[in-house]
């Protein structure tokens, strides 16, 4: 598949880097309140006068984001393609998203018991009315222990089941939520592959409604 235009702003060299770097790192270890989820995954004012402002989109680079989010709403996690999940990783590193350190069973894909009230928070926050008729990203990712294969799946599972949760209790729409995996990629602690803290989610508002107004 043809790449999107390097006019989406990230270079694929440095999106390991700015998924890594979201406010949700602020939360390390503890369970993020729905509320404050609410709070980083809406979408940013732009801003004017002294303060940094947040630039504002091409709208024709906004609509082949929208073109690009609306093609793989209806796909399976484990369809997409390197280059589809690179092109995800990409827009998503310029959005709204929180990092959350839900965590899974040592080589599973089913949610730690100590992760649960961390995933109903989430549920609260995605069905919240105020992000009604978002389309959000739920990105798995694994520690480094493993094989590329291996872990690549587990990501994806891991995916699978946060929609799953997310759609079965909290009724959200299922094409709302784009799943995605990158295995071992994009560890949130390279210095320590093996930590579990590396077994994580990652949460992306992107932005679709407010693009289509």
């Known amino acids: 598949m043809t790449s999107l235009p390097r006019f989406f702003g990230i270079k ?5 880097a700015a998924l890594s770097m979201t406010v949700g790192l602020a939360f390390a270890g503890e369970v993020v309140p729905a509320d404050q989820i ?4 809406k979408p940013k004012p732009l801003t004017r006068g002294l303060s940094v402002a947040v630039p504002a989109v091409d709208p024709s680079v906004k609509t082949k984001e929208v073109n690009f ?3 793989v709403r209806n796909r399976s996690t484990r369809s997409l393609s ?10 998503a590193a310029s ?7 839900i965590q899974f069973d040592y080589n599973s894909a089913a949610i730690a018991r100590t992760s649960t009230q961390a995933v109903r928070e989430l549920g609260k926050a995605l069905s919240d009315p105020s992000l009604k008729g978002t389309t959000f990203v739920v990105a798995g990712h694994t520690d480094g ?3 590329d294969a291996f872990n690549q799946d587990l990501s994806e599972r891991r995916a699978d089941t946060i929609k799953r949760y997310l759609v079965q209790n909290y009724h959200l729409t299922a094409s709302d939520l784009v799943t995605v995996g990158y295995g071992k990629t ?10 579990a803290i590396n077994r994580r989610v990652q949460v992306v508002n992107m932005d679709t409604k407010a693009a289509s107004q």
């Not at 694929?12 to 390991?16: L, Q, R, S």
């Not at 959005?95 to 350190?101: F, S």
């Not at 994009?186 to 930590?195: C, E, I, M, Q």
């Open 69 to 71: 989010v609306n093609s």
């Open 95 to 101: 959005k709204p998203n929180i990092d959350l350190e």
């Open 186 to 195: 994009k560890l949130k602690d390279a210095n320590d592959p093996t930590d």
């Open 82 to 91: 390197t280059g589809e999940r690179e092109q995800i990783a990409e827009i």
């Open 145 to 147: 222990i493993g094989g």
């Open 38 to 41: 609410i709070k980083q995954l």
């Open 12 to 16: 694929a060299i440095t999106v390991g």
